[in-house]
């Protein structure tokens, strides 16, 4: 399966199995707005709740929040959002289309690239064993030419959004004959920046003083609860916050479905650390993230760091956890030295000291802090791309199957009468109802046990419980493994252990201690 088709088979699958529905959709949807079905749901609960449990049980020193989606507006001109939160943007007039400047540039890039690719690849099968490729990318005219617009537009493009000269960035699409993809003309209007913050009015008065933005990252309730938290949880540098919830920003080119959304979930932690200490607390979460992430069994050549060449004035250093999706390397979680910027501007801005008093050294100082980043969507995206796979099974059938960490899955196991007669399905409803208090079950006795394996299959559920005819005397039961769908009979009595050490989160956190 090639990766454009395993992205479009994710996408109905999340449909057509509860995960995924385009929002309001019977009105024909809300572009880049989505909502998760009765399985969607699950999952990324069970994804926030282990990135939960990793920051604020398995760290002693972290400490959870859940701070209001409204903030004092002031806020936003402190962290700099208000003035800089901006895209460039440039309209095609005759498709009425809207672009993101530097996307549209990027994806030029990526075009010339693979016709730099291309050459080389024609050149290796005409030369063979003896193919130099370095020698031959660095002295062939054309794929010469192809890497030098490259840098060039990466150089012209720094320039311009650095200094906010977008005329230059205009003058970049016209020289290099970008067109409208949907008009194919070059009728391009001025670039210009766009603000990504939606705003509302606090009253029912339009008077502009009141205006509200809907946050566009979490990280602003943790730095402006610093001193709360502080001090109520006696908490001692270095000690982290964290907090997941709901962020907004209009993005104008939102793309890949749940990838870019304009209402997502972030899942964040700030580590507030000595000054002096930070670049040690980024190494250390830069390894700890990414174990957070192996720890699911994803295989590790999915994952690459991408550090920032090119650094926020405000870090001393940035990486991204990119994850290889079926459209390429993406970043998933971003991991940040963010010095004391944000609470040296809140301090500015609300007037009020936001300092540290180490009672060690009798110092008192604003922290410096750490951060890192994850959207819960794009992390929901990756888990459903990695576990997605079609198996040919007996009999020329095809299987597919989500394999999901059990930990993560919907559903933790099904439980099926192999007929719906002779005591088989009281049997079934009497496991299911001792063992619902502890896990989320499913239970079902129609179609054919075959029918009912592909479908809890589909919605990666580990373990099927099938009660048979043998069942009632022995008081046991078949339960059969999604993965290598092998069966074996176990004892009714056993069945609590067997989910709880095989589906339960505990395993899973033990592998991150
Ligand atoms: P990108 O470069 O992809 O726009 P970003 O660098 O703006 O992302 P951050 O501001 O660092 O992202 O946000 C942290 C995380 O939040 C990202 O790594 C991503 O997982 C998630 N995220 C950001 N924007 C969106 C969005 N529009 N939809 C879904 N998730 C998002």
């Not at 806020?75 to 289309?97: E, L, Q, R, V, Y």
Request: glycine share 6%; proline share 3%; hydrophobic share 35%.
């Amino acid at each position: 399966m090639n990766n454009e088709d395993l992205f479009k088979k994710v996408v109905s699958h999340c449909k057509e199995y509860g995960f995924v529905f385009p929002s309001s959709e019977i009105y024909d949807g809300l572009a880049a707005v989505y909502d998760y079905g009765q399985n969607g749901v699950e999952l990324r609960n069970n994804i926030r709740q282990y990135w939960w449990k990793a920051m604020t049980q398995l760290q002693t020193n972290i400490l959870g929040i859940d701070a209001a989606i409204f903030m004092h507006p002031k806020t936003w001109k402190a962290s700099g959002h208000i003035d800089g939160f901006s895209d460039p943007m440039i309209d095609n007039k005759d498709s009425k289309k809207r672009y993101r400047a530097d996307v549209l540039l990027e994806e030029h890039q990526e075009k010339l690239r693979a016709k730099a690719d291309k050459e080389v690849e024609k050149a290796r099968a005409r030369f063979g064993e003896s193919f130099d490729e370095t020698m031959y990318r660095s002295t062939n005219p054309r794929v010469v030419e192809y890497l030098n617009t490259i840098s060039h537009i990466d150089n012209t493009l720094k320039e311009g959004l650095e200094t906010g000269n977008l005329v230059m960035i205009k003058a970049l699409i016209e020289e290099l004959g970008i067109v409208c993809p949907v008009s194919g003309s070059k009728n391009w209007t001025d670039v210009r920046q766009f603000n990504l913050m939606y705003s509302t009015q606090m009253s029912a008065v339009e008077s502009g003083e009141d205006s509200l933005y809907l946050r566009p990252e979490t990280a602003q309730g943790i730095f402006v609860n610093f001193l709360n938290v502080q001090k109520s949880g006696r908490a001692k540098i270095p000690f982290g916050i964290a907090q997941t919830g709901k962020a907004f920003r209009n993005e104008i080119v939102a793309r890949q479905f749940i990838m870019r959304m304009k209402e997502f979930e972030q899942m964040e932690m700030q580590f507030f650390c000595k000054p002096g200490t930070e670049l040690e607390w980024y190494a250390y979460w830069k390894e700890q993230r990414l174990k957070w992430h192996l720890a699911l069994g994803t295989d590790k050549n999915s994952y690459r760091y991408h550090d920032h060449v090119k650094l926020a004035h405000y870090a001393n250093a940035a990486v991204d956890i990119e994850f290889d999706f079926p459209f390429g390397f993406k970043e998933v979680e971003g991991i940040h030295s963010r010095t004391d910027f944000d609470l040296s501007k809140h301090e500015e801005f609300s007037g009020k000291k936001l300092r540290y008093f180490d009672p060690e050294t009798n110092e008192s100082y604003i922290p410096y802090v750490v951060e890192t980043s994850i959207g819960l969507d794009r992390m929901f995206l990756l888990a459903l791309c990695a576990a997605y796979q079609e198996e040919a099974v007996e009999g020329g059938e095809v299987r597919t199957v989500l394999k999901l960490h059990p930990a993560l899955a919907p559903v933790k196991a099904a439980i099926l009468p192999l007929v719906k007669k002779d005591g088989l399905p009281e049997m079934a409803e009497k496991i299911y109802n001792d063992l619902r208090f502890d896990f989320k079950l499913y239970i079902e006795d129609k179609d054919s046990i075959g029918k009912r394996y592909r479908r809890m299959d589909a919605i990666g559920t580990p373990f099927c419980i099938t009660v048979d005819h043998e069942s009632p005397a022995n008081e046991d039961v078949t339960i059969r493994h999604r993965d290598t769908m092998e069966q074996r009979r176990v004892k009714v009595s056993e069945l609590r252990d067997i989910l709880a050490k095989e589906t339960g989160m505990s395993a899973l956190l033990q592998k991150l201690a």
